[in-house]
């Protein structure tokens, strides 16, 4: 493209396409302290996968915890740091159709012989009305099952995930349930 201006030609640049971000910049990795859309995208992609955690768009210790719990699984460089190789692990792992080794088979019987179920599909956490699954629970930490997810429910549920490198937020989602069962 040129202008001509008073018999001279003077080339003009073609304009430049804008940069797009490209596996592997920094603007394909999410860390503790990121927040937004893409925090969010990450959190409910990692819920779906199974890692219980709120889906607030703030990276922080919990989101943190999840992403490095899916990148051990995964055998992934564990840094809690959502890049490329993680990002696209947990696509790959969403997009795959469901397979008998994620989760495990139901067994048969836990510890003390009650009967145990598949994850339900939801999560169960304080104030939940799931009165049969909140009693599961209760019994598998070996506390008062009396049916409601009140704060001492809530309180055992952290510890457990805590002693199990779970992400600890009181909420029981697959990947706590599938740990308790």
């Known amino acids: 493209m040129e202008n001509s201006i008073s018999n001279q030609t003077i080339p003009t640049p073609a304009p430049k396409p804008s940069p797009q971000p490209t596996p592997g910049t920094n603007n394909s990795i999410l860390k503790n302290g990121d927040t937004g859309q893409r925090v969010r995208d990450l959190q409910n992609k990692l819920k779906r996968a199974g890692y219980s955690l709120t889906a607030d768009g703030v990276y922080g210790p919990n989101t943190e915890n999840a ?12 840094d809690g740091i959502a890049g490329p190789n993680t990002l696209n692990k947990l696509n790959a792992v969403l997009t795959q159709p469901t397979k008998p080794t994620q989760p495990a088979p139901p067994k048969s019987s836990n510890s003390n012989g009650s009967a145990v179920v598949p994850y339900p599909g939801y999560v169960i956490k304080r104030g939940s009305t799931d009165s049969a699954n909140v009693s599961r629970i209760q019994r598998a930490l070996n506390i008062s099952a009396d049916g409601n997810f009140g704060p001492q429910t809530e309180s ?21 349930w599938n740990t308790l069962f």
Request: charge should be positive.
């Open 67 to 78: 992403v490095r719990l899916f990148q051990r699984k995964y055998n992934l460089t564990v």
């Open 156 to 176: 055992a549920v952290k510890a457990y995930q805590k002693r199990k490198g779970l992400a600890v937020d009181g909420i029981v989602g697959q990947a706590t």
